[in-house]
């Protein structure tokens, strides 16, 4: 009897244990890197919704971490692998746990999160009380420094403005035309995401809507007349009220009219405690 030969495998030349670690040469230019990570990243999250409990969408994320001065590069693939440790769903919640593990696997002092996605609330017509879905933006920013979390929330809602200017010197109505409002704060207890669109909505000519009956259109267009205001109005009827809810601690709220008799933007921005910003 023939005895066939035994073939011994030897470790391929270009396994993970020989392959060369690029990223962890060093590096000469003495230049540190504040952030370095992953950005564009689609992502299915939940997060809390007033109305109910929480709701499913979908966030472009980013993730980063400092880079010491002496490492040419860093892991990118272990930043996905914080992520999908997380389960196919990541929760607002665990934003905090994400940093962290972010800083301890890729062994860095600061790790940053950057999470921006659609968010959606049912909204009535103003008259016929038709229903209709509309879309936010929002967007979380967070940064993990040590044991320290700093978190910012940033919201985007689109509004009417009518032009007093306009009114005032017409004969026949007045012009008007779409705002994007942008707000961004910092809180000491979290603010309901459907909170700061009511107060951004609640600031301008006229909130929008995604559905509109006649007599809706007739509603909404009347109390837009009724109500003029400049983009300079906005920005001061949403600070007056973020300067009022006992939570908010900064803000910068910013709007921007896409002008429908000029060739150009409407803009107009404000701050509050820009020294203690963070």
């Not at 809602?157 to 010197?169: E, M, R």
């Not at 300079?232 to 007056?240: I, S």
Request: proline share 3%; aromatic share 8%.
């Amino acid at each position: 009897m023939k005895l066939s030969k035994v073939k011994v495998r030897r470790p391929a030349k270009n396994s993970a244990k020989h392959l060369h670690d690029a990223q962890n040469t060093r590096d000469h230019r003495e230049l540190r890197i504040d952030k370095v990570g992953v950005r564009g990243l689609r992502f299915p999250i939940q997060v809390r919704d007033k109305a109910h409990a929480v709701q499913n969408t979908v966030a472009t994320i980013g993730l980063f971490v400092d880079l010491p001065k002496e490492f040419k590069g860093t892991h990118m693939s272990r930043f996905i692998e914080v992520l999908n440790a997380h389960g196919n769903v990541i929760h607002v919640e665990n934003i905090g746990e994400i940093l962290r593990e972010l800083q301890a696997k890729l062994h860095s002092a600061t790790s940053h999160l950057e999470m921006e996605f659609p968010y959606f609330m049912v909204k009535q017509a103003p008259v016929s009380g038709r229903a209709g879905v509309m879309d936010y933006t929002a967007r979380f920013d967070a940064a993990a420094c040590g044991h320290e979390i700093d978190f910012m929330l940033t919201v985007k809602a689109n509004v009417t403005t009518l032009c007093p200017c306009s009114k005032a010197i017409a004969r026949y109505g007045a012009h008007n035309q779409r705002g994007e409002v942008t707000v961004q704060l910092r809180f000491r207890k979290p603010i309901w995401i459907e909170d700061l669109i009511g107060m951004i909505e609640s600031s301008a000519s006229s909130e929008l809507y995604a559905l509109l009956k006649r007599q809706d259109e007739k509603a909404v267009t009347e109390r837009a007349y009724e109500n003029p205001v400049f983009v300079e109005d906005l920005v001061r009827n949403v600070a007056l009220k973020l300067n009022a809810h006992p939570e908010v601690r900064w803000y910068r709220v910013e709007a921007e009219n896409f002008e429908s008799i000029h060739n150009h933007n409407a803009y107009a921005s404000i701050e509050k405690n820009r020294a203690s910003a963070r």
